[in-house]
DNA sequence: TATTGTTATACTCTATAACTATA
DNA sequence: TATAGTTATAGAGTATAACAATA
């Protein structure tokens, strides 16, 4: 059945946008709106991955290194972010979470996932079961660090290829 | 059992967001990167309601409306969006998807959903048919128009109780 | 010479404030 | 007077290009 594969990736998309529509929602409600998502996800990765590198993070995260860099300056100022030159490579970067860090980490996503048990507590408790099983087979899915082959090279080689940069900047 | 939802909401927070990036490297993998997610968004709910109104879909995408009302007129220039006068209100506009947005739109969301299914076929086929419904279950609950009373109320409080305005600009 | 990260510069996105047109 | 949308202006984010430091 070969359909089963497209509709599922079909189902899963529409979900995945309505559910990351309802957290941006809530960052947005903040009073002190303290974290961009690009910024979130930094936070995230260097929490997972304490002592990773610029390029890593940038890469992870979908930034450029200048722009990463400019980001974890601004994180680093806010005294969220450790920035330590590598021991063995001193042209690289050590990144890992100062405790502020950690703690607003923590805040976001407790608040993003209070909005989150918030719509999910109109769920039977079955489905809920059911859901949880099925986030965790996404999760295997998708968190594994080989990144499917066409991404990556498609990631890293469509600039060199082009010969004229049409300009695609500012997301 | 109150963890449960506190744990099924927590999964859903990591699955969302890995997914999200899946989704984001696929777009941004493209040659000509033709849309950002928020017009991608955007077309994705005119699509869904056509005929709605600038104000309607700002606060669906979570755009102010100086911001969408710029974003439109870029959508508007590259021949993707119908934006005409209401009849019955003259300050209203109606918003609609040309064909040529709606190519795109079913392009994107092909691309998006290709990237998907990539990763997701190396799941069994049971496995895929329960995410097919845990999908489904989260649609239900996230698609509601009302959207749950505290953060709709937040949205729209929050700018007006703040004596001064903190700039939080540039999403 | 190759690689990691930063600085310089420019452009896009989004916000707030002020405005126009309509109700 | 209140509301829908646009225009004006400015700030934040990100990109490419050029550079510095280290391997």
Redo the contacts with the bound molecule.
Sequence with gaps: MPSSLQVCAAELLDSVLLVMQAIRVEMRSRRTPDL?I?QFRALIFINRLPGG???ELAENV??????M??????LVGKGLVR?ESCA??????NLTLTASGRALLEQARGGSQQALAQRLSSLPVQERQSLVQAMRSLARVFSSEEAPPSAREAKRNV?PLKTV?P?????
């Design positions: 961009t690009p590198t610029l390029s979908g930034l450029t290194t200048p722009s860099s400019k980001m974890i300056e601004g920035r063995q490579d001193r042209r690289r970067v600039r940069s300009k695609r900047t500012g997301r």
